[in-house]
């Protein structure tokens, strides 16, 4: 592929506090186009999150990476486009085929010999692409919300001319290259809408749409033009030559690309369809603990084991008390209330999850720490950034970690699946009551 113009932007906004940060990162460059990309390292198999389309990066996994990185390990890159990869801008420069060849060129300059790609939307192009050509590269494949040409095209955009001047830019007339050029703001607002159909995303709105504007209108238009790979044909043909296990998630109320298109896709390969009933196009962000737990069944499959089985009155009752770290008031009220507990209950087993400084006071009463609060994510340091300039708005800082809350909430998830307990207790456990809310059949 001849680069007749490379562009490279940095992102402009101030990234929110992570729950995890990368081991390694680095850039690889392939034909004068540089990728940035990410290693968590972790053990287990290997994961590569593929980003979808270039109207963002790598941080639309930011719900999965914390969870995956304690269970394996992972790989995401910026697609060329965003973020901190570059903006080339010759012919062809954003063709599938283009992607893939950057998917195999981060997996060389990272030492992966083979991953579970995780791709979402249009990158299902490209993990199809790796799937059938560089089948010894892909241990397995998952694609969410798959944009491939099975079914028509977007539900709104085959209404309206990409091409030509439009009298009208309501709804999906700003997909539309004028358009983009007049208001691009307004197309991804717009864009967003139609990706997060669940009520109460503003969240997600939010951050796709500053990610989204870390692009611009010209960089999206070359990504629509001049695509070779990507017919009908194409994809039938590769789906022909995947030999490897195959999972298709797709939301019923997706409105960006119809549940068909999954349907058909799961057929074609060979693979399983799950349909998450009332999801739109990115279940990985706004229904993210199942998607997590469906992704770590197909990564690691449960394998059966020997069990034991205890009725519970033949066994000492047991807590999990979750306490939070902001601020110390409530920890000396916790380990008040888990000595009245013991005393109403004397065989009481009491587990805490915490994290520092809520810890140093639990270590001074002899109390019991769970292992796996060394997992959990800082949530004290994040309340720090956000009042770094003495300025703390709660209520945004809040929102601002749901990052994090979601990796704590899977460390209690993962401790809850695998040891018995009669009562859960949380003070000021936000994750739980949040995720529990969004997650109700988790209650148990």
């Known amino acids: 592929m001849a680069t007749t113009d490379v562009q490279t932007l ?22 004068g186009v540089k990728t940035f990309y990410e290693v968590y390292e972790g053990g287990g198999p290997t994961i590569l999150f593929l980003a979808p389309w270039s109207i963002v990066h790598s941080r639309c996994w930011k719900m999965q990476i914390p969870y995956f990185a304690r269970h394996g390990r992972v790989v995401t890159f910026d697609p060329r486009g965003n973020g901190r990869s570059d903006r080339p801008m010759g012919p062809g420069a954003y063709d599938e085929r283009e992607y893939a060849a950057d998917t195999l060129a981060v997996m060389e300059a990272t030492g992966t010999d083979s991953a579970v790609l995780v791709s979402h939307s249009l990158s299902a192009g490209r993990a199809l692409l790796l799937c059938a050509e560089h089948p010894e590269r892909v241990a397995g494949a998952v694609f969410i919300g798959p944009r491939v040409a099975l079914v028509p095209t977007d539900p709104g ?69 001049n695509r070779e790979w990507g017919s009908k044909a194409d994809v039938l043909a590769a789906c022909a030559d995947v030999r490897c296990p195959v999972l298709v998630i797709h939301g019923s109320d997706d409105a960006v690309r119809p ?37 770590r069944d197909f990564v690691d499959p449960p394998r059966p084991r020997a069990s034991v089985w205890r009725r519970g009155k033949s066994r000492r009752r047991r807590a999990l008390y979750i306490s939070s770290p902001i601020g110390l008031g409530h920890a000396q009220r916790d380990v008040a209330i888990a000595k009245e507990l013991r005393r109403l ?100």
């Open 345 to 444: 209950v004397p065989d009481l087993e009491i587990d805490w999850l915490a994290q520092h400084p809520v810890t140093k006071v639990l270590e001074g009463e002899g109390e019991r720490i769970h292992p796996l609060s060394a997992e959990l994510a800082n949530e004290s340091r994040h309340i720090e950034s956000e009042s770094a300039e003495h300025d703390l708005h709660c209520f945004q800082a809040w929102r601002r970690m749901d990052e994090i809350l979601l990796a704590n909430f899977m460390v209690f998830h993962d401790i809850v699946r695998e040891h018995e307990y009669d009562l859960w207790i949380g003070d000021e456990a936000w994750e739980l009551d949040y995720y529990l809310h969004e997650n109700p059949e988790q209650k148990r």
């Open 10 to 31: 940095q992102p402009k906004r101030v990234e929110q506090s992570r729950a995890r940060y990368p081991d390694e990162e680095g850039y690889v460059e392939r034909d």
């Open 157 to 225: 955009t085959r209404t309206y001319s990409f091409e030509d001047e439009l009298d009208t830019d309501e709804d999906w007339a700003k997909w539309n290259r004028h358009y983009w050029r007049r208001d691009y703001r307004g197309f991804v607002e717009f864009f967003f809408s139609q990706v997060f159909t669940e009520p109460h995303s503003t969240k997600q709105i939010e951050d796709c749409v500053g990610w989204g504007l870390e692009s611009s209108a010209e960089t999206l238009i070359a990504t629509v033009e």
């Open 259 to 295: 549940h068909e298109g999954g349907r058909r896709l799961a057929e074609a390969a060979g693979g399983s369809l799950v349909t998450l009933e009332g999801s739109g196009h990115s279940p990985h962000a706004r229904d993210p603990v199942k998607v997590n737990m469906l992704l």
